[in-house]
Every structure is written in structure tokens, then in C-alpha cells.
């Protein structure tokens, strides 16, 4: 039996969703019945977490650079994530569950931006916990992103170059006013962030597992933040540093 600490649990856990296409070929399908058992595993991940009390869930749904794939496999994956989006939004409202969208989101299109406009603002006031999708997410585009737009706001006097911090240039960025993950979980075997919240990783705790995203399960999850609680989080600082 897995145990976890309820008193220390990860305030924001964020999941790079991985495996999918090597799951459907292990079942002889086509990669697209990969996607959509994997949708199974994102209602497992939000509801385990919402069960245990975890504030701020982060899922890669769709990188800057998936768009490099086979457009079959694009606007399947898009389809399905209207499809997860029209079927989750009452099962969110009941749960207490805001979403949020991270990303070049325009670069969707319509119908989706419609879908997670209206589910963003239905869900808007809830406070159980907040579920972040990253769609048409890159992290060195988020930054690049933010820089035109603080550089924009210097250009016009709204900010001078001396107020320019760590914190202002958060406040920059699609994530602005969330916390930074302290659990990194990536499904899939693969040792490497993908481009994935570079910014906001610079102190999240990693955690790899070889099981593909299709199959991951609560018992999976409840194990990577059993693993998290067994590690120090020093912070640059010395371990007899933190026990005084
Ligand atoms: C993750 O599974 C889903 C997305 C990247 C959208 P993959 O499709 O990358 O699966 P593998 O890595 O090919 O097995
Ligand atoms: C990362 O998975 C992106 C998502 C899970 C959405 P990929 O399968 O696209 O990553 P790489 O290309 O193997 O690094
Ligand atoms: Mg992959």
C-alpha cells in the first residue's frame, strides 16, 4: 500500500503525458486509439488528485513541436481534446475544478479556442483545484513570448529596464500568478523535459517512470508523490540548514 503524507503533499504536480503511440503499437492499434485510452488516464490523474487534496495539476496535452507531426495525428488529438473538454465540464462544475489554458492557444483554432474560452470562464470561480492544460505549449516560446510583450510594455513607459525581475518577468509569462510545479511526473521512459515549463522547473522535484501514459493509474501517481515526500528539498542550502 502506498502512503502518503497528507499534511506534505506537492502543492502542484505537472505531468508530461507520454507513451501513448508505443502503448497502441504494443496493442497492435493505430497511434490514435494510443491518444484515446490515454484520455482514460487524464480523468484517472485529475480525480485521484482532486481526491488527495493536490491544488494545481499541470498536463501536456499538446507541445509546440507535436505540430511537426502527421496531420491526421494533429487534428485527432485536437479533436479529442474538444471531446474531453465537452464531456468533463459538468463532471468539473460538480467537482469544484477550475481550468485553465496555457500556450500559443490561437494557434488552435476554432472550434477549440470557443470550447476552452467557454470552459475556462464556466469553471472560472472554482476553488477546489486547478487543472492547467498546456495545449500548443512550448516553454523557450513562453519566454520569448513574454519578452516582446515586457519589451512592448518598456517601449510604450509603461515599465522602466531597472524594474525588470525575476518576479515582473513571471508576470509575463501564460502562467502568471500560478505557483511553479514541485513535481515533475513523466510518464513513457523518456529522461528529458521536451520543452516543457523551463522557466517554472528551475526547483521541481523529477520523477520518471517507464509506465506509458494509457495504463497510469492512481497507484502510479500515489507512488510519485510518495517518492517526492522521501526527498529533501534543500534549495541551495545545507540539509542542517533545514532542521533548525
Ligand atoms: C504522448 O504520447 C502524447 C502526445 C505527445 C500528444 P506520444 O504520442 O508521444 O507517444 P510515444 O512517445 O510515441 O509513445
Ligand atoms: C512531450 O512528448 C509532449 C507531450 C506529452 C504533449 P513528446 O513525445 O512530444 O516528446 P519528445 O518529442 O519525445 O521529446
Ligand atoms: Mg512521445
Known sequence: MTEIDL????????IIMDGNGRWAERHAMGRILGHKNGAESVRAAVRTCRRIGIRYLTLYAFSMENWLRPEAEVSALLNLLKEYLENEVQEM?????RLVAIGNLDSLGEPILSKINEVSARTSRNR????????SYGGRDEIAAAAR???GDCLAGKITP???TKELFADYLYTAGLPDPDLLIRT?????????????MAY???Y???VLWPDFRERHLLKAVEDYQKRERRFGRTSEQLKT
Open 7 to 14: 499534511k506534505r503533499l506537492p502543492k502542484h504536480i505537472a
Open 93 to 97: 462544475m460538480d467537482q469544484d475544478i
Open 128 to 135: 477546489g483545484m486547478t487543472v492547467i492544460l498546456a495545449l
Open 149 to 151: 510583450r515586457m519589451v
Open 162 to 164: 531597472e524594474k525588470v
Open 188 to 200: 513513457g521512459g523518456e529522461y528529458r523535459i521536451s520543452n516543457f515549463l523551463l522557466w517554472q
Open 204 to 206: 521541481t522535484e523529477f
Open 208 to 210: 520518471f517512470t517507464e
